[in-house]
């Protein structure tokens, strides 16, 4: 492969979670009086850390969401996450081939740890990551679309930044991955590839995904 390490997005590229966890977002807000449709929180909010959903909210209306607003998130995600997450189709075989490759892989999301953890034993691709290649936007100061935390996985993984390729599928995390100097392929089973511009590539099975690596 013409790369030194490959660094994955985990909700909507490893773990199938991106529609569950905006409808119950969306739910949530609206909920405490800031309506917002499923398709407005996949919009402003997939591929971002929570803090996005608190400043997003306070720049439009002027208001603080509650103190346990992580929480009481964090824990409805979670619930639904034991109920109803999977795998992304094909992540299991592509995470397999990488290691019977020798290709060094590592996750870096803006979820945090204990998200990444939960999602990742409720689908079994546990079986696929140590601790020591799991990055969480919890490591760094600023998370996507800032370069932060895709500079401090290639750091951690002793590869440089311009031997790196980024899977993502959001534009937040496309425009970190470029801003860390990085290749990336855009997965589009949800997200049109216009909204990923700048991606090398797209694709939309992740089966396809080595192929486009070498």
Request: charged residues 25%; glycine residues 10%; aromatic residues 8%.
């Amino acid at each position: 492969m013409r790369y030194d390490l490959v660094i994955f997005d985990n909700d909507g590229v490893l773990v199938d979670s991106e529609l569950l966890s905006n409808t119950i977002l969306a739910a949530y807000l609206t909920e405490l009086g800031h309506p917002t449709s499923c398709a407005e929180s996949i919009r402003d909010y997939m591929g971002a850390a929570v803090h996005r959903v608190h400043d997003l909210v306070l720049e439009r209306t002027g208001k603080r969401l509650p103190d346990d607003f992580d929480d009481t998130l964090h824990a409805r995600v979670f619930a639904a996450f034991e109920r109803e997450l999977t795998p992304v189709p094909g992540a299991p075989e592509v995470l397999g081939r990488l290691k019977s490759e020798g290709v060094p892989y590592c996750v870096a999301s803006s979820g945090s740890h204990e998200r990444i953890r939960v999602g990742h034993r409720k689908t079994g691709l546990d079986a696929w990551f140590r601790p020591e290649n799991v990055f969480s936007a919890q490591d760094v100061g600023r998370g996507k679309p800032a370069p932060d935390l895709f500079l401090h996985a290639a750091e951690r993984m002793g590869v440089a930044p311009g031997r790196c390729v980024v899977v993502e599928d959001s534009p937040l995390g496309v425009t970190a991955a470029l801003a860390a100097g990085m290749d990336v392929y855009g997965f589009t089973a949800m997200t049109p590839a216009e909204r990923l511009a700048g991606a090398r590539g797209h694709f939309t099975d992740m089966t396809e995904l080595p192929g486009l690596l070498v």
